[in-house]
Nanobody
Framework: QVHLVESGGTLVQAGGSMRLSCVASGHMFWLHYVAWFRQGAGQDRDFIGA????????LYGNFGKDRFSISRDSAKNTVFLQMDGLKPEDTAEYYC???????????????WGLGTQVTVSP
């Protein structure tokens, strides 16, 4: 069992920055990849990006490549999502997910956190 906890979501004005954290704990010997997704109200869950816990592989989705970046601190079992130039349309619940496959599909990830809310005001 792997337990994921997101944090860092808050209210920010448009143009601001925010860093989300995802801390993993539990039986992680098989765990190789952590991804970030987001889901706005009434919208589908979108893939933001993923990173290997070794840090040598990343995969980004089709949006936000120029504003979002993912990094990790393996010693602390923590993956970060840095978001810059935030826009009101970035308002959503942000989730981290873990699995043993680097992929953009949510079905590839077995364990999920409960999410952290990001709100961007105009």
């Amino acid at each position: 069992q792997v337990h994921l906890v997101e944090s860092g979501g808050t209210l920010v004005q448009a143009g601001g920055s925010m860093r989300l954290s995802c801390v993993a704990s539990g039986h992680m010997f098989w765990l190789h990849y952590v991804a970030w997704f987001r889901q706005g109200a009434g919208q589908d869950r979108d893939f933001i990006g993923a990173i290997s816990l070794s840090g040598d592989q990343t995969l980004y989705g089709n949006f936000g490549k120029d504003r979002f970046s993912i990094s990790r601190d393996s010693a602390k079992n923590t993956v970060f999502l840095q978001m810059d130039g935030l826009k009101p349309e970035d308002t959503a619940e942000y989730y981290c997910a873990a699995g043993d496959t680097l992929a953009s599909q949510s079905s590839a990830y077995v364990y999920w956190g409960l999410g952290t809310q990001v709100t961007v005001s105009p």
